[in-house]
């Protein structure tokens, strides 16, 4: 056994790890460009003048983008003029709710509000995968070692950093939403609930969640907690478009978003598409649609529905019930979104973090799993450049996460008498 000594220097070494991992980062991306981040920091711009019908009407995002390339040419920030050049027709496709959450960061200068959207984008990655961490039961050196992981060898992460999107600060939403579930009281469960609904209107990936954890209640009559969250699922997606409403004017907006997203065009594997209905169309000209969509769902109804049937609840029986739903309604996205951009991926954290608190032979599944999404081994030990390759490689490494999270689901491994973390046991105590 280690001694407590050297555990400690352990995680000094792995706290050491992480901290010069975070700063590498920081500053290979703070270089780049951020053609994502730049267009919340612009639609902010055009949102807070007030002078623009919509920001998604093609003929204005052609404007909107010809404007501010003429202020980039004439600016000093290489990294504006360079997100400029790239995005001389605006293609904004995020929600409003999203525009008007990251309105703050447009009141600067670009580089100023892009050097504070990657700072605080790091910080939520940090918190969030340290928190998921303490719910499933890791110890602090395992969470620092995973952190170390993520910040060294995660290909999605860097991806988030390098465009400036906000898959790190997604999951920090996850995270909280876990960490509220977990808690007592029905304030609190209220909370989450709302936390949910806010991080869905924020970016509709999580839109599987929601329905998945009604289903789960349903399924263990757990009627207190179904009203409780319910409500503020509501109260969240409802606050979250009024909030929308204010800062662009009108609810018009989220029809105009609507009317955006149904006529985008498709993305080429190619392109950076690592989804499994573009790999299906580019290899063997399937059209899957919605089929993924309904037989992912589907198969996570199946094992909630198998759970309560093969294992009822007992107090050392399981990994918290909310945050398992949760992976799962993070891989239904990531399995049968027809658009997966490579920072998309860092919703599979919450499932591979999951599994690795489970104490059985999954764990080491998990880690194959979580090695398959990282991309960085399979590119770096395998020498995999070819895109439908690394799509294929990806794709692998998330229906194997989702399998091994449907098994946790309708079968969870016994966990040993007082393993179980103190957040999973309070869960039960609403």
């Not at 990657?118 to 928190?131: H, I, N, P, Q, T």
């Not at 991806?159 to 609190?188: E, F, I, K, P």
């Not at 080429?268 to 000209?285: C, D, F, P, T």
């Amino acid at each position: 056994m280690v001694s407590s000594p050297s555990r400690h220097a352990i995680i000094i070494l792995a706290a050491l790890l992480v901290t010069v991992g975070t700063v590498r980062d920081w500053r290979t991306w703070r270089h780049s460009a951020g053609i994502d981040f730049y267009q919340y920091w612009v639609v902010g711009k055009v949102v807070a003048r007030g002078d623009i019908p919509s920001v998604y009407d093609h003929d204005t995002r052609a404007a909107i983008g010809q404007e501010f390339l003429r202020h980039a040419l004439a600016g000093p920030s290489p990294r504006q003029r360079a997100a400029a050049n790239f995005r001389n027709v605006l293609e904004p496709m995020s929600t409003p709710f999203l525009f008007a959450a990251l309105t703050p960061f447009a009141l600067g200068d670009y580089d100023t509000s892009f050097d504070a959207f990657l700072a605080v984008s790091l910080g939520a990655l940090l918190l969030g995968v340290f928190a998921l961490g303490r719910v499933v039961g890791l110890a602090p050196l395992e969470r620092v070692l995973v952190l170390a992981f993520v910040v060294f060898a995660f290909e999605p992460v860097a991806a988030d950093l390098r465009v400036g999107n906000v898959g790190q600060l997604h999951l920090g939403m996850v995270a909280l939403y876990v960490w509220l579930s977990t808690g007592q009281g029905t304030a609190r469960q209220v909370v989450a609930g709302a936390v949910l609904g806010a991080a869905t209107a924020f970016k509709p990936s999580l839109a599987a969640v929601g329905p998945l954890l009604l289903a789960s209640w349903g399924f263990d009559r757990d009627w207190r907690r179904m009203a409780a969250q319910g409500s503020g699922l509501v109260a969240g997606g409802i606050g979250a478009i009024l909030v929308s409403a204010a800062v662009f004017g009108s609810l018009g907006a989220w029809s105009d978003w609507l009317t955006a997203v149904r006529t985008m065009p498709p993305m080429a594997i190619e392109a950076g598409n690592v989804s499994a209905v573009a790999l299906a169309e580019r290899s063997w000209g399937i059209r899957l649609g919605p089929l993924l969509t309904i037989v992912s769902a589907l198969a996570v109804v199946v094992a909630l529905w198998l759970r309560r049937r093969l294992a009822p609840p007992s107090p050392n029986r399981a990994l918290p019930l909310d945050l398992t739903v949760v992976a799962a309604g993070c891989l239904v996205f990531l399995i049968s979104s027809p658009l997966v951009w490579l920072h998309y991926l860092i919703l599979a954290l919450p499932a591979a973090l999951l599994l690795l608190g489970a104490e059985s032979r999954r764990q080491w599944l998990a880690v194959a799993g979580l090695a398959a999404v990282a991309i960085t081994p399979a590119g770096e030990l395998l020498g995999v450049r070819d895109p439908i390759a690394g799509a294929s490689i990806v794709l692998a490494g998330v229906v194997a996460l989702f399998g091994l999270v449907l098994a946790e689901i309708a079968a969870p491994v016994p966990r040993e008498s007082g393993s179980e973390p103190p957040d999973a046991a309070a869960s039960r105590a609403v």
